[in-house]
């Protein structure tokens, strides 16, 4: 059984990963600085279902700050068991906010990422995977995209930040041997999700039958993948690639209108649409080829939409009492 540093291990997809390693018998270092991004009840609830778990163990800290990093290191060094990898999914997520608060993006999606991958190289960390994004594809790329569409062109800082952290991903691969594999991931939605992100607010909206923000006239699309998906697929990349970028996303892509009825039925309230603008800064539509995957590490998306929605309206409904307080 090996010994996994997850970063953002309470963040929704970080969390999972988490899990998952835990369930398959391996221990998890877990570290977080809980920042108030969204509500931190969300991540508080996630934390709690891995921490009674005696193969986990949390460390609050900030990847952006050194001398916080260097703490694994002392902690590491007291150990016997090396880390096997380094899974980096502490980042600010998120592409709006990334527009108002650019420096706080670089902070953790670049310097976090630069900090962990010299804890690798100090440390003799063989493997590293990054959590990259399709927002780096940009505008009118090809769909479904494949990873040799251009990422030259960020439309925003999120996406620039994450493209300086899979460039300084290369440099460390290719200075010091660290097997490396990045994974964008397109649109991410599940139980316990990011509340900035369209699945969860449009479950709230409709379930507390509060106006229903749409941007734009609906007809753009996203190709959602199950949060069980993307961690299955991130714990794939733990094998031996030599330096890999990958896309990770939803074979199946849906229009926003088409996904708000699937959501009315499920929940069994109409919606009361509200629309407002187009966001200069929100992709028209995404959808990954995920031929790499398949090719590379055997990876099939196994969650259909109907399935996963069914999955966060039931959680939505079970957690109601604080998810509705839950500001989106
Ligand atoms: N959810 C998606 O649809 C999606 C899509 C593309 C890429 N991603 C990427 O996947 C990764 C995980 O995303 P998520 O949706 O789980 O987001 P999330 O915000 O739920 O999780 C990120 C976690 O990282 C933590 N964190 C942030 N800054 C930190 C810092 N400086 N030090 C320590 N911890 C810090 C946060 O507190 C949070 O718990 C991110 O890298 C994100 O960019 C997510």
Redesign the pocket.
């Known amino acids: 059984m090996a010994k996994y540093l997850v970063?953002?291990a309470?963040?929704?997809?970080?969390a999972r990963v988490a899990e998952m390693l835990l369930a398959s018998g391996h221990t998890v270092i877990g570290?977080?600085?809980?920042?108030d991004?969204y509500d931190v009840r969300l991540?508080q609830w996630r934390l709690a279902r891995l921490q009674p778990n005696p193969g986990f163990h949390f460390e609050r800290?900030?990847?952006?700050r050194r001398e916080d990093v260097e703490r694994i290191s002392a902690l590491e060094a007291g150990e016997h068991a090396p880390l096997e990898a380094v899974i980096n999914?502490?980042?600010?997520?998120g592409v709006r906010q990334s527009v108002l608060d650019p420096w706080v993006y670089f902070d953790?999606n670049l310097t976090?990422t630069l900090n962990l991958l010299e804890l690798c190289r100090r440390q003799g960390v063989p493997k590293f995977i990054l959590?990259?994004?399709?927002s780096i594809y940009g505008d009118g790329a090809p769909l479904p995209t494949p990873e040799t569409a251009s990422s030259d062109r960020p439309l925003q800082p999120y996406a620039a930040s994450?493209k300086g952290a899979e460039a300084l991903c290369h440099s460390y691969h290719y200075l010091y041997d660290i097997d490396v594999t990045v994974f964008r991931?397109?649109?991410?939605y599940g139980p316990a999700g990011?509340p900035d992100?369209s699945m969860f607010r449009f479950t709230k909206w409709i379930n507390e039958g509060l106006p229903l923000h749409l941007n734009g006239d609906g007809e753009q699309s996203r190709g959602f993948t199950y949060v069980d998906d993307i961690a299955r697929g991130t714990i794939l990349g733990l094998q031996p690639l030599g330096y890999e970028i990958i896309n990770l996303g939803g074979h199946e892509s849906v229009k926003i209108n088409d996904l708000i009825h699937m959501l009315e039925d499920q929940i069994g309230k109409k919606a009361l649409i509200e629309h407002h603008p187009p966001v200069a800064a929100d992709m028209l539509a995404s959808w990954a080829d995920v031929q790499k995957a398949r090719r590379l590490l055997g990876w099939e998306p196994q969650v259909a939409l109907k399935q996963g929605v069914a999955h966060l309206v039931e959680w939505y409904a079970q957690e109601r009492d604080w998810a509705s307080q839950i500001a989106t």
Do not use: C, E, P, Q
């Not at 309470?10 to 970080?14: H, N």
């Not at 570290?31 to 920042?35: G, H, I, P, Q, Y």
């Open positions: 970063t953002g309470a963040g929704f997809i970080g570290v977080d600085n809980m920042n991004a991540k800290l900030d990847i952006s999914l502490a980042a600010r997520a953790t976090g959590a990259s994004t399709s994450k991931y397109f649109t991410v990011r992100m």
